[in-house]
């Protein structure tokens, strides 16, 4: 009796919302976005996560039909798609710098499928965004992501209408980071091969037998991989620093 009394209207539609709210932020967050895990298994994580979180979830407040259904649903899917490309762009800017250290070390012909993004990428970015999600996991990113979905059941009501505006002020702000980070991660290996151009191209004025092509161009790859071993753990720690600066953000946008 008590089970068929909770099968009511209001309760029969806020565990459909946060549902979709759960299902929507698994589907773009990073880590558990991948297309490599089943749909059933991310299915089953939300019904768990719905069915943990529904006795803190306040109720919906707005009447139910058809028209503000609808209207929950697109809101619900569209912030998930907002917060999801607000912490993807992070992992796109090592990505954007891998794609330049790549340039200059003659790798970009040798391109991989990337199963994750369904691009074509350099064997560079698929290293870079590897490693960023072992930085990810170990300072406890997908936590943050389930913390961040917890706080929003509170700052934010399932179906309602939240602030757009922030969100354009976030990605307009942040867009001159993608290339600033991107750059200044790259620059190191990017100043070390003009440098090298530069020794090089005296080198042939001076040795016109000297082969670039032989021996020129592995030395180049060899020192810029010298140099990627250096700066990778600095690398690595601007990427999380970005990342939870994110999540900050998106806190209070949240919030």
Sequence with gaps: MEIASLLNPVNVVTFLLLFIRFASFLAFLPVFNYPTIPMI??????????????????????????????????SEATLAFLVGSALNLVFDILRFAAEQISFVMGFTMANVFDPNANINSTILSQFFIWVAVLIFLSFGGEHLEIYLLAKSLKSLPLGAIFDIHSFYEFFIKYMYKYFLFGFSLAFPILAVSLLSDIIFAMIMKTMPQFNLLVVGFPIKIAISFLVLMVILGAMMRVFQKEVLEVFNVLASIIG
């Design 41 to 74: 298994a991310k299915a089953a994580f939300a019904f768990w996560l719905s069915v943990v979180f529904f006795p803190i979830t306040p109720k919906i407040t707005f009447e139910i039909n058809l028209f503000n259904l609808i209207l929950a649903v697109l």
